[in-house]
């Protein structure tokens, strides 16, 4: 299962999050597992229609950031370890321009114009 694979390499880790849908056996689970605690996130039973939920917005954002790929944008692959993969392209690629933006050139003169100059 992915928490056991994920469990060697992330040794500070104490607290999971997690959808209302995953309440129950699975905070029992995590505990004796791995000693994690799990924090189920749940809307307030007075809220109609959309509420934003607390940690929710990291994982819906990464998701969005990951949809602007397009090998990404569907399960095109046959096996799960190739998606894994282009999803770590995709972020590296995304952090390597957060740490070094390409330079906008913003005197920029088409290729027909320059040449007629």
Not at 60 to 79: G, I, N, P, V
Request: hydrophobic letters at 45%.
């Amino acid at each position: 299962m992915l928490i056991r694979k994920v469990q060697s390499g992330l040794l500070r880790m104490k607290k999971l999050w997690a959808d209302a849908a995953y309440a129950g056996e699975l905070e029992r689970w995590v505990k004796e597992f791995a000693d994690w605690t799990l924090e189920i996130v749940r809307r307030s039973d007075a809220a109609e229609g959309f509420e934003l939920l607390p940690h929710r917005w990291i994982v819906e954002r990464t998701f969005a950031w990951l949809s602007r790929y397009r090998r990404l944008s569907k399960d095109y692959e046959f096996y799960p370890q190739t998606a894994e993969n282009f999803i770590y392209l995709a972020m590296i690629n995304l952090m390597l321009h957060r740490l070094a933006p390409e330079e906008k050139n913003h005197n920029y003169t088409p290729r027909n114009h320059a040449a007629a100059a």
